[in-house]
Structure formats: C-alpha cells, structure tokens
C-alpha cells in the first residue's frame, strides 16, 4: 500500500522517504542515518536533525536524540549542492488536464536520481508547469532521447499507468549501429538471421546489478522485432546501421541487450555489449537510441492517440 509523504513537492522535488531498522548498534535514529550516509558530513546531517529538516509520518520533526525504534520512516528532500548541469532542453509535446508528453534530450534523466535532481525532466517539468502532482507514466534512460508521458493530475493517474501495465501502448524506436563487417546490402541479416527479425531471450534486472541480466538457459520473456531502415555512412564518417525496433515486453535495458546479442550493440552505449569504464559524457556522441512513436488509445476520452518525436539521431545516414 502505497504511503503518502507528509512533505509536500518543493522547487520541483518530492521528499525521500527512508525506512529505519526497529533495531542495530544505533542508539538513536540520527546515529542511523549518520551511519548509512557516511560519505556525508556528520556535522551538516546533525544540524539538519537540529532545524527539522527530518520529520514523521505525522509531519513532525524528529529531534536528534530521539531513539532508534522510534518511527519506522522518515521523510526529508535530498540536497545536491555541486549537480552537473544538463545542457540541453526538454520539449513539451502536449499538455492537457490529464496528460503531459514531452520529447527529452540525451542525457536528462526522467526522474531524480544518482547525480542528477533538479535536473531531471520531472523536476524541471514541475517547475515549468507549476505542477506538483506530475508524476511519469513510464522512463526512458538518461541516455536514451525521444517521447516520455507524464500524468498530470491523481485523479486519472492510474488509468494511463494501467495502459502501460496491459501492454496496450505501441511503442516504435530507432538506434544507430556500427555497420558489421560481414553486411551484405543485397541479403541484410543479423547474427545469420534475415532482416527484418525478432529477437527473443530471457533479460532479469538483479538489485544491486546495474546491467540487465542475459540467461540463456531460461524461457524468453522479452520480444523485440527489429526492422532495417538504412545502411551507410554517417556526417561524421561512421559506416552505420540504423534500424527500427518494435518492442512487444519492456524489459530493462532490453533494446540495448537485443542489438549488442546479435552484434550491433548500439554506437554511444558504454553497457552493452562490454561495461566500459566511467567517464564524462560525450555530448558529441551521444546513445544512439530514440524513442521515435507512442500510440494508444486513450482511456478516457476512447479516441486513438499518437505522438511523433521531433529529434532524429546524429549519427544516422546520410542519405
């Protein structure tokens, strides 16, 4: 059961709600979270207990001295004084009393997390629209561009998540690819398989595990039909693939496994098919991946609805 937070929205962010064991070595539920967040300042986490800036389940500060034990959760807002600047804009598609769909850039995150708060597309987005109830409807990767829907009001929230969770959202991408050595315009395939094809296997997100998980040994419970757009040369001079994916599950990272799987492995990804070391983003060579079509029939009004995305990737042929 869902658990509603006695924080309100503030500046675009919603609270973090942590869950504090009923027992360990702590002698008070400040010592807890002094304790999990040991890569922050004790002093600053102390004097935030000390201004009220962690509360209950009924609102109320909870003092510096109160007893592990005591609450099962807190609440507070998550501060990020040094984040990185994205510098790129979401574009806004539609916006009506119930739907927000916007076209996101490469390297802005949907929501909040790791490095990145305020900018994200939701915190930005309820910033720009004043909303606080905007809450997404589903995610695209922060490397990953292209249409992501946002609920715009409570109330009708759960009849667009529920598309989603009946799989009755078409969703259509396209990706850039290293061309393979082996292409043959005149007989396109994959792997040995003839394009267009579908491409199936079995894809588990683990916790703990930031890459999605291939096994073989499994049933398949992720589809992708992947389809050939073009094959040549891109402006920068990249011989390159570009295809069309129609994914039938959303399995996590299930695009980027399914075209590094059958050795395309998207230009720009650094997870698949190898994890390569961290580094500064590329703005120049961004994830090739973009989330070209949503199409749906709205839940509420009966009638069908479709949106296109206005970006294209760069290193696409050239025609």
């Known amino acids: 059961?869902?658990?509603?937070?006695?924080?309100?929205?503030?500046?675009?962010?919603?609270?973090?709600?942590l869950r504090i064991?009923?027992?360990?070595?702590?002698?008070?539920?400040?010592?807890?979270?002094?304790?999990?967040?040991?890569?922050?300042?004790?002093?600053s986490l102390y004097r935030r207990f000390d201004d009220g800036g962690f509360v209950g389940i009924d609102g109320r500060p909870i003092a510096r001295g109160t007893?592990?034990?005591?609450?099962?959760?807190?609440?507070?807002?998550r501060e990020l004084p040094n984040e990185i600047p994205v510098p790129f804009r979401e574009e806004i598609l539609l916006v009506d009393d119930d739907l927000v769909v916007v076209d996101k850039p490469h390297f802005l995150p949907t929501i909040p997390g790791g490095r990145y708060l305020h900018e994200s597309a939701l915190v930005r987005l309820r910033v720009r629209l004043d909303n606080p109830d905007l809450t997404p409807i589903h995610r695209l990767d922060r490397g990953t561009a292209g249409l992501v829907m946002f609920s715009a009001r409570p109330a009708t929230r759960g009849a667009y998540q529920t598309l989603f969770a009946k799989r009755q959202v078409t969703k259509v991408y396209e990706a850039v690819s290293t061309l393979p050595l082996e292409w043959d315009q005149d007989a396109p395939a994959l792997a040995g398989q003839d394009l267009p094809l579908v491409?199936?296997?079995?894809?588990?997100?683990?916790?703990?595990e930031f890459r999605a998980i291939v096994d073989d040994a499994r049933e398949p419970n992720s589809e992708t039909l992947i389809e050939l757009l073009a094959a040549g040369v891109s402006a920068s001079g990249r011989a390159v693939l570009h295809t069309v994916l129609h994914p039938h599950t959303g399995r996590m990272h299930q695009l980027r496994v399914?075209?590094?799987?059958?050795?395309?492995?998207?230009?720009?990804?650094?997870?698949y098919p190898d994890?390569?070391?961290?580094?500064?983003?590329?703005?120049?060579?961004?994830?090739?991946?973009?989330?070209?079509?949503?199409?749906?029939?709205?839940?509420?009004?009966?009638?069908?609805?479709?949106?296109?995305?206005?970006?294209?990737?760069?290193?696409?042929?050239?025609?």
């Open 67 to 77: 007893e592990a034990g005591g609450h099962e959760f807190l609440w507070y807002y």
């Open 21 to 43: 064991p009923t027992s360990g070595p702590w002698a008070t539920i400040a010592e807890y979270v002094v304790a999990k967040f040991d890569h922050l300042d004790a002093d």
């Open 275 to 319: 994890l390569l070391p961290e580094k500064p983003d590329d703005h120049s060579l961004p994830l090739q991946l973009l989330a070209r079509e949503v199409d749906f029939t709205d839940p509420l009004s009966g009638q069908p609805r479709r949106f296109t995305t206005r970006r294209t990737l760069s290193e696409m042929p050239v025609p």
């Open 199 to 208: 491409c199936r296997n079995h894809i588990e997100s683990r916790r703990g």
């Open 1 to 17: 059961m869902s658990m509603p937070p006695p924080l309100p929205v503030k500046n675009g962010v919603g609270p973090t709600r």
């Open 258 to 271: 399914h075209l590094a799987a059958l050795g395309v492995g998207i230009l720009g990804d650094s997870w």
